[in-house]
């Protein structure tokens, strides 16, 4: 008989917290097979397809045998030419497509690659919490340590830089931020980003801007691109994604933008471990950016909708909330006496609805829950319906 072989998974694995929507996903399994028309607002997945010129442009390059063979790991040019095009328009801000755009196999890889171009054990890395929860991993990934800023209604849920301990500071290299915020929906100011710019800058730091929700926007309220402020594009990189913008988060496609020397850095890790996004992906990408602005105005008005209707739910319940500008989250409080747990628990055991935890998203999450807005008005409706007899 073969003796099975037995291995412990590595440190770095066992040294990580429990990803958290895979523990949301047991919950929403359980719930379902007890039968309970469950309302899951938990995960960011937009639950709108991806507009239809985007699929027919990637119905014909799948046809064209040039896009079967390995795409170049940093993107093709075209791609890339797209995105600086986008910029331009968006953000008028200018981008070389050949040393200041790079493809991502969607904005997550980024998140957890990027440090392993810059981080050395006994290095730190910031990162704003709560928040998407890949930014530790990668720099622990790489051996670092990380330093977490809190996020929270006092401080307009922007981190207090000057706070950082100078020991701290002293071994920072690299610092993830992220707005419109996930979790918290909250937006950057301009000063905000100046204050970035002039911090990463006088800190020898390099910024990293998550740009995910940049165009899931409300009431004409369009939000900052950090390559927008002065000394940006001196300091750090932008990481956008196509997935929330577009309704494609099953294609995997983003961009990085921004310094030519950090942007390098990136792409030796990923020339190293990925081998680029399939070419049909990316012309469909080129399509996406592309796209009339009347359809991503119907996808906003979308979210808009159900926004105000779920606004109006938790109001008449006494809940509290900031309106957000954008992303599709509400980030509320959990009523008195409870925790972000047992509220969760509260909404999913007497209500039918999956909310995600706000400590999941890091220790200054406690006490908030999130609500995803990506089931129809008529399901957020419902669903306030139900927490008005449970609570
Ligand atoms: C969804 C999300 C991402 C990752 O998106 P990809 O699908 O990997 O491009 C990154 N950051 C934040 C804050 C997100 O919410």
């Given at each position: 008989m073969t003796k099975p072989v037995k291995m412990p998974l590595a440190d770095r694995i066992n040294s990580l917290p429990p990803y958290l929507f895979e523990a949301i996903d047991r919950m929403k399994q359980e719930t379902l097979s007890a039968g309970v028309d469950l309302i899951d607002v938990s995960i960011g997945d937009p639950d709108m397809p991806t507009p239809s010129h985007i699929v027919e442009r990637m119905k014909a390059a799948v046809e064209n045998p040039e896009n079967h063979r390995y795409p170049s790991s940093a993107g093709m040019l075209s791609y890339r030419r797209a995105v600086s095009g986008w910029y331009r328009q968006r953000f008028g801000v200018s981008l070389e497509p050949e040393t200041e755009v790079l493809s991502l196999i969607g904005s997550k890889e980024a998140v957890a690659h990027f440090p392993l171009a810059f981080i050395n054990p006994g290095d730190t890395v910031l990162y704003t919490s709560p928040g998407y929860p890949v930014y530790p991993v990668g720099p622990l990934f790489a051996g670092g340590q990380t330093h977490a800023l809190p996020l929270t209604a006092d401080n307009g849920f922007l981190p207090d830089l000057e706070s950082i301990p100078q020991d701290v500071l002293g071994k920072a290299k690299l610092f993830f931020f992220n707005y419109p915020n996930n979790p918290t929906t909250a937006c950057a100011t301009r000063e905000f980003f100046d204050e970035v710019v002039e911090f990463a800058s006088r800190n020898n730091i390099i910024a990293c801007h998550d740009a995910a929700y940049s165009e899931i926007y409300f009431d004409g309220k369009k939000p900052l691109s950090f390559l927008e402020v002065d000394g940006a594009k001196d300091v750090g990189i932008e990481l956008h994604s196509l997935s929330k913008t577009y309704n494609m988060?099953?294609?995997?496609l983003g961009f990085a933008a921004g310094s030519k020397e950090i942007i390098a850095g990136l792409a030796k890790i990923k020339s190293n471990m990925d081998s680029g996004v399939f070419q049909a992906v990316q012309e469909a990408g080129i399509a996406a950016l592309e796209t009339d602005d009347s359809v991503l105005a119907e996808i906003r008005n979308t979210y808009q909708e159900r926004r105000d209707a779920l606004a109006e739910g938790l109001t008449s319940l006494g809940l509290e909330f900031s309106l957000p500008e954008a992303s599709f989250y509400i980030w509320t409080k959990a009523p008195a006496g409870h925790t972000s747990s047992s509220f969760v628990e509260l909404l999913l055991k007497k209500a039918g609805i999956l909310a995600t935890p706000g400590n999941g998203f890091g220790d200054a999450g406690e006490g908030y829950v999130r609500f995803a807005l990506t089931v129809s008005v008529e399901r957020v409706r419902e669903a306030a319906e139900r927490m008005k007899e449970v609570l």
């Open positions: 988060t099953g294609w995997r």
